[in-house]
């Protein structure tokens, strides 16, 4: 086998040193997807929604729609499918260590509310998985033991939230009075407790020039945290907000900034590296990311293969998630590498994906994600 170590440098040679003593069979993976990355081999990021229970209403939220306060208000009921137990979960864990997978990201919804995560965390094992968790962070700021109780669990790194360095406009982008000072009271606390620690921040159009945003990218690399920066989207909630969608004008302005600060997309170079000490790598920067780079597990089993869609590639709980992810990178749709965001710019493919949705909304079924064959189909897999 080649060995990786050898091509990369030095301070990310010490980086994985650290992986290769503290989490072997974690590094075991990373090195093979290195090895056999530029043949085809994926290693993708694997979302694990367990539950959409979350604390806040944020105005850009993307899961909203998933969740049971909205279905409630909808259609009278909570979740009516099968989710996924614990057996399910393990079987799920073991599957991805079989398949090379190293990544799984708690999200949600917002994980530190699921009266289980420490189950969760359990069951997915810290030792074959690099297990990291998306935050708002208001539980932790309440209660700053639960940082040091992730941790010892095993937690390898926290994403917390922050949309905005004025306090007030943090605060009115969450809907929650408070949130800013609690974000900015744990994060210090997030690395102290060892883990490692990415701040993100929702992009809305023009906020990149702003003076806000420079201020944030300079606290983050002062505080020695990545700033992983996601571009608003027209869906979830933001699709009443089209005002708020980026436009080439910030994207550039983001690869700029990139130079001077640690902070990255997931369409952009810096997705190669994180300079965070002791940090794994994020990814393979080339382009749009699905099912190569990142897939969601539903509480019902469904991969939904990038989080502003609302179409699945296959359920786990009817077949291996090997078979799922082989068949997705078939899908003309996902497979081949494309420079520009399928569901932010491929117009014939925002309106096939938003029409079969809004199909079925209005014969009153809500239940998403679009199971495939329904929406993603054999019809769109490419024949050799
Ligand atoms: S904290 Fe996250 S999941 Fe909860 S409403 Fe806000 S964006 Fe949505
Ligand atoms: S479709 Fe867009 S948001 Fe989704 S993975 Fe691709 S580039 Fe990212």
């Known amino acids: 086998m080649i060995d990786a170590l050898t091509d990369l440098n030095s301070a990310e040679a010490i980086k994985r040193n650290e992986l290769r003593v503290k989490k072997p069979r974690v590094f075991e993976k990373i090195q093979r997807f290195d090895s056999l990355a530029q043949r085809g081999f994926i290693s993708p990021i694997l979302r694990l929604a367990w539950s959409y229970l979350c604390n806040f209403e944020c105005d850009h939220c993307c899961a909203e729609h998933r969740m049971d306060r909205f279905l409630i208000k909808i259609t009278g009921k909570p979740e009516q499918r099968r989710r996924m137990d614990y057996s399910d979960l393990a079987r799920l864990a073991q599957e991805a260590d079989e398949y090379g997978i190293y990544r799984f990201v708690l999200t949600g919804g917002e994980p530190t509310t699921w009266r289980d995560l420490f189950k969760v965390i359990e069951v997915l094992d810290p030792n074959r998985h690099l297990v990291i968790m998306d935050s708002n962070a208001w539980l932790l700021g309440e209660k700053p033991e639960f940082i040091t109780r992730l941790a010892e669990a095993g937690v390898y790194k926290m994403q917390i939230s922050l949309d905005s360095f004025v306090e007030s406009e943090h605060d009115h982008f969450r809907n929650k009075p408070g949130s800013y000072k609690r974000v900015l009271k744990i994060l210090p606390m997030v690395m102290d407790a060892g883990m490692k620690l990415m ?3 929702c992009l809305v159009r023009d906020r990149a020039f702003s003076q ?16 992983y ?8 909630t933001c699709g009443q907000h089209e005002d708020w969608v980026v436009t080439k004008r910030d994207a550039d302005r983001i ?7 640690d902070i990255t997309t997931h369409m952009t170079p810096s997705y190669m590296r994180d300079k965070t000490a002791g940090s794994a790598p994020l990814g393979h920067y080339d382009g749009c990311i699905t099912v190569k780079g990142i897939n969601t597990v539903e509480p019902t089993g469904d991969i939904v293969p990038c989080p502003y869609m609302d179409w699945s590639i296959g359920n786990i709980l009817d077949e291996p998630l090997g078979a799922v992810l082989d068949r997705g990178m078939r899908n003309r749709w996902l497979g081949p590498q494309r420079n520009d965001c399928l569901i932010g710019e491929d117009m014939q493919f925002i309106q096939i994906h938003n029409a079969k949705v809004a199909e079925r909304k ?5 239940d998403l994600p679009v199971p495939y064959g329904e929406g993603f189909s054999d019809a769109d897999l490419i024949t050799a």
């Open 199 to 201: 701040v993100s921040t």
């Open 212 to 227: 806000e945003f420079e201020d944030l990218c300079r606290y983050c690399n002062d505080i020695g945290a990545m700033l």
């Open 229 to 236: 920066v996601t571009y608003a989207k027209p869906t979830g």
């Open 255 to 261: 690869r700029e900034l990139e130079k001077k600060f």
């Open 362 to 366: 209005a014969q009153g079924n809500y």
